[in-house]
């Protein structure tokens, strides 16, 4: 079956630096991967969608890359602010009428 | 409303005992989705629904679970006989749709969730 896989450990970083966040998956490709970011105590926001055949999508200081050989997405944002500190879930959609698959996520925090 | 709501926002419960949580999508949403998260964990994929039918039920835990979905808005999530291992943060999730060529078709926007504990 599909698998997600997102760093479980959290993701420290300095204030002003970039934050990567990985996000691989098992067998097939998807139509495309969603990213969420999630605060405690509260139910996912969407950031970023990137399909199949786009590289690369931006906004604002957010980037997601989109890689179907190495069956991986990564996710930066630039310029971290602590406000940015949160719980970054990806989800994997096959297209169609299929279900979203959601990584387990990773923690991200950011040292002011 | 602007966004999806869920309610009861916490409930409490007894071993054995039935529960109904309850999701009011965005007005327009075609598809509803329901997730489950315990603490600390993803999101775990429990059911969705296009219009008032439900084309994928395989992530229902057992068959203590099931959810309608009327009217092509709102839905129910019933737990029979709920046990210890129910407990977590249920959450509700709508979207235009699916499949289709804008971001926006299949962004899920999410409620603010359900948290049961069942003691």
């Known amino acids: 079956s599909q698998k997600i896989e997102q760093n479980s450990e959290a993701l420290n970083i300095q204030e002003g630096k970039t934050a990567t966040l990985t996000c691989n998956y098992t067998n097939y490709s998807p139509a495309y991967l969603q990213w969420y970011r999630q605060d405690p105590g509260r139910g996912p926001v969407f950031l970023l969608l990137i399909r199949e055949n786009e590289k690369e999508k931006r906004k604002e200081r957010l980037k997601v890359t989109f890689d179907t050989t190495l069956k991986q997405s990564l996710f930066h944002i630039t310029a971290s602010q602590p406000a940015d500190s949160a719980t970054y879930l990806c989800a994997f959609h096959s297209g169609g009428y299929q279900k979203v698959t959601f990584g387990t996520g990773t923690k991200l925090q950011v040292i002011p | 409303g602007a966004g999806v709501s869920q309610s009861p926002s916490n409930k409490v419960t007894e071993k054995g005992k039935d529960v109904e949580l309850r999701c009011d999508p965005i007005?327009?949403?075609?598809?509803l989705y329901w997730y489950r998260q315990s603490l600390g964990q993803g999101l775990e994929f429990l059911i969705y629904f296009q219009g008032n039918s439900a084309p994928d039920k395989s992530g229902l835990p057992s068959d203590r679970f099931s959810a309608e979905r009327t009217g092509g808005s709102v839905s129910t999530l019933t737990i029979q006989r709920t046990q210890q291992e129910d407990s977590a943060v249920y959450l509700c999730?709508?979207?235009?749709?699916?499949?289709?060529?804008?971001?926006?078709?299949?962004?899920?926007?999410f409620g603010p969730g359900t948290r049961l504990t069942v003691l």
């Open positions: 999730a709508s979207s235009l749709g699916w499949g289709g060529t804008s971001d926006l078709t299949d962004t899920q926007y």
């Open positions: 007005s327009g949403h075609t598809a």
